[in-house]
């Protein structure tokens, strides 16, 4: 069955520290990729997407993610966490629809 | 990316009422809209994805005469609650499709349903 894995429930990380959030797909060819965030009562917001062509993503609020079809993964990153940051995050994967598969989200501490 | 509104935020209601979501797609023309209901802490559980001009498709388990969805225009959706219950409290969240980029959703802010 199609399904997107995001290991880490919860993830906390200091202000200023690097990041990263994991996230597995499972699909019999390559998905379209997205990666949200949702504060606290807020709906999502695109932090970015992966199609086709370059595998290293640059996305809003300095997140990149690398899609690896060898691993089938598609990490999201941020080199210097703001507290800001603080929220879920949801990687998602569509085969070629509109029909989106959540994954189980993470949600993110920062400690000033 | 484009803009989706939804109308109320955030609403409460007695039980037994009915209680109606609209979800407006403000800049472009949505010829899909879907809901979806998060429940807290958890991710969002997609309800049913309407096509403008057409029924809705519910997903398994989805109560179509609870949750009444109409998409009368290519603008907007609306989801009814229909005799609301303390467990249809959640959050609700729309999202439409169809603009320029391929697949990609647009979610609306959500709307926060407590039925007392």
């Known amino acids: 069955a199609q399904s997107v894995t995001q290991p880490d429930i919860h993830i906390t990380v200091s202000e200023g520290a690097s990041l990263e959030l994991r996230c597995n797909y499972s699909?019999?060819?390559?998905?379209?990729l997205f990666w949200y965030v949702q504060s606290p009562g807020q709906g999502l917001q695109l932090l970015l997407k992966?199609?086709?062509?370059?595998?290293l993503v640059q996305g809003i609020k300095g997140f990149e993610a690398e899609f690896k079809r060898s691993q089938s993964s598609f990490n999201l990153r941020k080199p210097s966490v703001h507290w800001s940051d603080a929220a879920e995050y949801f990687c998602v994967a569509t085969p070629g629809t509109y029909k989106y598969i959540f994954g189980t989200g993470t949600r993110l501490k920062v400690l000033a | 990316g484009a803009v989706v509104s939804q109308h109320p935020s955030w609403v409460i209601c007695k039980s037994g009422t009915s209680v109606k979501i609209e979800c407006r797609s403000l800049d472009f023309q949505a010829t899909t809209m879907f809901w979806y209901r998060q429940f807290p802490k958890q991710s969002l559980m997609l309800m049913a994805t309407s096509n403008e001009g057409s029924k809705a498709t519910y997903e398994q388990g989805v109560e179509k005469d609870k949750f009444l969805i109409n998409h009368a225009s290519l603008t907007l959706s609306t989801l009814t609650v229909t005799s609301a219950h303390p467990e249809d409290s959640s959050f609700y969240i729309c999202?439409?499709?169809?603009?320029?980029?391929?697949?990609?959703?647009?979610f609306g802010p959500g709307t926060r349903l407590t039925v007392t």
């Open positions: 699909y019999g060819a390559t998905p379209y």
């Open positions: 999202s439409s499709a169809g603009g320029a980029i391929t697949y990609e959703q647009y």
């Open positions: 992966y199609f086709s062509g370059d595998t």
